[in-house]
């Protein structure tokens, strides 16, 4: 079992920044991909960015390509998400996905093996 615990969220300005974390304790793989995904009040999930081992291979959503960056510290088995130029529209429940395939960077949720309880980010206007 691996368990991810997001933190960071919280209530910022419309462009503004916040920085999301996210560790990763358990039973680790040598190498995974991570990713993060969102889901707004009332909408369906999407994704967001992910990151494979290496972190020489990033995946952006188009909504968030510019001002998000992902990024990792494998030693300490944690992922980041650096949010700048905050939109109202980026308001949502924030998760990050493990997948045990540290080769597959992808944006589909099921590829994904677990996930964390997520962290709320609101942005006001």
């Known amino acids: 079992q691996v368990q991810l615990v997001e933190s960071g969220g919280g209530l910022v300005q419309a462009g503004g920044p916040l920085r999301l974390s996210c560790a990763a304790s358990?039973?680790?793989?040598?190498?995974?991909?991570m990713g993060w995904f969102r889901q707004a009040s009332g909408k369906e999930r999407e994704f967001v960015a992910a990151?494979?081992?290496?972190?020489?291979?990033?995946l952006y959503a188009d909504s968030v390509e510019g001002r998000f960056t992902i990024s990792r510290e494998n030693a300490k088995n944690t992922v980041y998400l650096q949010m700048n130029s905050l939109k109202p529209e980026d308001t949502a429940v924030y998760s990050c996905a493990y997948a045990a395939g540290g080769g597959v960077v992808t944006a589909k949720g099921y590829d994904y093996d677990y996930w964390g309880q997520g962290t709320l980010v609101t942005v006001s206007s």
């Open positions: 990151i494979g081992w290496s972190a020489s291979t990033t």
């Open positions: 358990g039973r680790t793989f040598s190498s995974y991909a």
